[in-house]
């Protein structure tokens, strides 16, 4: 098989695209400033890639045919503002400047669902459900503005270079342990999320288990030579993280969507993954119902 790269290694999806590429027979190369990637790495090494010198040693060092770009600050106003626009376009700048210059062969960098705006203070409702990829990006704070830019980097360097590339919005991520009763990347943990739809509505109630959002990366990235450059997908379960149908829920917590949610039935979520499966033949295996009951032996619903 083939020399994979993968940045944020030891982030909460980065240890799911590990585990699942060395599954399937990669040799991963690991990248993170944080202790934590998982002993599947072929190697795992430390390395600021905000810095260009880095960025490009690491890539010369290792010469990988494909690199998974997960590396950021990954959860909004967590930094000063500045901070996190800085850390996040740059990390995007230098890892594909450096994997074209480099001759590396595909890239999939990991962008996220807040790109389309839900939360903004200022009031914010979609322009239809459920929401897809040509949805508009309405972005209102630094971390779901340097992911924009995220994209956009990757799509001028797609169109510059023959590196084939691409670019992946995984919903939130929920990795094994967070099952278990960890807390999430908000700080509550997941049945919290369920009793209160108030946690979860901001976000229309989207997620992913970290192990399914990795197995759509590694076939992305297997994809990348069939697909026009530059595509950009989202990842997302089947169902929405609540335990009310969305058309019930969604108008409770974000006025304006009533005309919108009318027309998702059942358990469906907001978030189409309907491109993923079509160009991909990915669809998500895991929800919250079963996996909630597996790790602690209560009815997820």
Excluded at 98 to 109: E, F, I, K, P, Y
Excluded at 126 to 155: G, Q
Aim: glycine content about 8%.
């Amino acid at each position: 098989m083939s020399r994979v790269l993968v940045t944020g290694s030891a982030g909460r999806l980065g240890r799911s695209v590990v585990s699942t590429l060395a599954a399937a027979g990669h040799e991963v190369i690991g990248v993170d400033r944080a202790p934590g990637t998982p002993g599947d790495a072929a190697v795992a090494l430390p390395a600021d890639l905000t810095d260009t010198g880095e960025a490009f040693e690491v890539m010369a060092r290792f010469r990988p045919e494909s690199v998974i770009h997960l590396a950021a600050i990954a959860t909004p106003f967590s930094f000063p503002e500045s901070v996190i626009y800085k850390v996040n376009t740059q990390l995007a700048f230098n890892v594909c400047e450096a994997s074209v210059a480099l001759g590396v062969r595909g890239v999939v960098v990991a962008s996220s669902p807040t790109v389309i705006g839900y939360g903004a203070p200022g009031g914010w409702a979609p322009s239809y459900l459920p929401i897809d990829e040509a949805h508009p990006t309405r972005p209102w704070n630094a971390y779901n503005l340097s992911k924009v830019v995220a994209e956009e980097t990757m799509k001028a360097f797609a169109v510059a270079g023959t590196t084939r590339m691409a670019a992946v919005r995984p919903c939130f991520v929920i990795p094994p342990e967070e099952w278990a009763g960890a807390p999430t990347q908000s700080g509550h943990t997941v049945r919290e999320r369920l009793d209160r739809p108030e946690l979860g509505g901001v976000s229309l109630f989207n997620y992913i288990d970290s192990r399914d959002a990795a197995e759509l990366i590694a076939v992305l990235a297997e994809a990348l030579p069939e697909l026009p450059n530059g595509e950009v997908f989202f990842a997302g379960a089947a169902d929405a993280l609540a335990r009310k149908p969305l058309a019930d829920l969604l108008p409770q917590v974000i006025p304006g969507t009533e005309p919108f949610a009318a027309g998702l039935t059942g358990t469906a979520p907001a978030f189409s993954t309907a491109k993923a499966q079509r160009l991909l033949g990915w669809q998500p295996k895991r929800s919250w119902r079963t996996e909630l009951q597996e790790t602690d032996g209560k009815e997820g619903v």
